[in-house]
């Protein structure tokens, strides 16, 4: 049996858990070349809430894309506080 903190658990967005959780705005450059993508990012979490480290697991082919989704997370979200957490979260940017 693995240990638990050997995978990362699959983060589903509660607008009723107490965290601020915005989505990724869409980048000017991005737009303007029509550019959309699929990502998952691998967050990490400390008791407090704050988030320490995000790292692109799986890239959307465009750095634009991935550096705004993972500038969002870092600087943005705040989780309720708890144990250390490590998450995945998959996201893609889709043009309306």
């Not at 638990?4 to 000017?28: A, C, H, M």
Request: aromatic share 14%.
């Amino acid at each position: 049996q693995k240990a638990s903190n050997s995978q990362p658990v699959r983060f589903v967005r509660n607008k009723t858990d107490g965290g601020y959780y915005p989505d990724p705005i869409y980048p000017r450059l991005a737009m303007e070349q029509k550019l959309q993508g699929s990502l998952e990012l691998h967050v990490w979490v400390d008791p407090t809430g704050a988030v320490t480290k995000v790292e692109i697991n799986k890239s959307s082919g465009f750095g634009v894309l991935d550096r705004a989704a993972q500038d969002c997370v870092k600087n943005k979200w705040r989780f309720p506080p708890g144990e250390n957490r490590w998450f995945s979260w998959p996201f893609e940017f889709r043009l309306q």
